[in-house]
């Protein structure tokens, strides 16, 4: 059963048109986390949510914003897509302790035109 | 976070052991190792952590040298499905004070391949 789901799986965007990536969990988990891993690259954390509180990796571009409604849904917002913006994008969850296991979704690969 | 060291690739055969290096040479007293892996088109995966003594799971094995200079995750048996990049990961809870809260920092990896 899937636990961190993400939508889409591939995200198609051109240049400049925003675009909204989702994740949603059904681990019941209160940290959520977005990573962003390019080509060939190791992923790198972007922001996380311990509940409701936004929490935002001090090098991560003022473009990319983020949105979550409730426990189980988180939004990446990437305002204005840049070609250098084109990578997979990670869920994660964790729950309670700092260093719990983290729960990773499959990503969503996006590609900018 | 410390930093580590991995090989940037190994390879195997299917059904013998692997032994994935792990060089941590400043790791502090309070920092964990974990062990994350990722396969193709996949996000990662937990596979294993420890402090100082060697661990066992379902999925591997950690040995940590005395020193904890350095650590080895050991696949049993490597089976076409154990494929993937394999990343080690030092963790301090006593850096819990900072914001980035329980924050991977991934570094390279391993690249393993099995071949049948």
């Known amino acids: 059963d899937a636990m961190v789901i993400q939508n889409p799986r591939y995200q198609v965007t051109q240049f400049g048109k925003p675009v909204t990536l989702s994740c949603s969990q059904t681990?019941?988990?209160?940290?959520m986390y977005w990573y962003q891993q390019k080509s060939s690259q190791a992923p790198k954390l972007l922001f996380h949510?311990?509940?409701?509180?936004?929490?935002n990796e001090a090098d991560t571009p003022d473009n990319f914003q983020s949105r979550r409604p409730n426990t189980s849904f988180c939004f990446l917002d990437i305002r204005s897509p840049g070609l250098g913006d084109a990578a997979m994008y990670l869920c994660?969850?964790?729950?309670?302790?700092?260093?719990?296991?983290?729960?990773f979704g499959p990503g969503t690969r996006l590609t900018v035109l | 976070d410390a930093k580590t060291t991995q090989p940037n690739s190994m390879e195997s055969n299917e059904e013998e052991p692997v032994h994935l290096p792990c060089n941590h040479s400043?790791?502090?007293?309070?920092?964990?190792i974990h062990w994350y892996r990722q396969l193709p088109s996949q996000g990662p995966e937990y596979v294993i952590h420890?402090?100082?003594s060697n661990v066992n799971n379902r999925m591997a094995s950690l040995a940590i040298a005395e020193d904890r200079k350095s650590s080895t995750l050991i696949l049993h048996r490597a089976t076409l499905r154990d494929a993937a990049v394999y990343y080690c990961?030092?963790?301090?809870?006593?850096?819990?004070?900072?914001?980035?809260?329980?924050?991977?920092?991934f570094g390279q990896g391993t690249i393993l391949t099995v071949h049948p």
């Open positions: 994660a969850t964790t729950a309670g302790g700092r260093y719990n296991e983290q729960f």
């Open positions: 681990l019941n988990h209160n940290v």
């Open positions: 949510y311990y509940d409701k509180d936004f929490n």
């Open positions: 400043t790791i502090s007293g309070t920092d964990y």
């Open positions: 420890g402090l100082t």
């Open positions: 990961i030092l963790r301090d809870p006593a850096n819990a004070g900072g914001t980035s809260y329980g924050k991977l920092t």
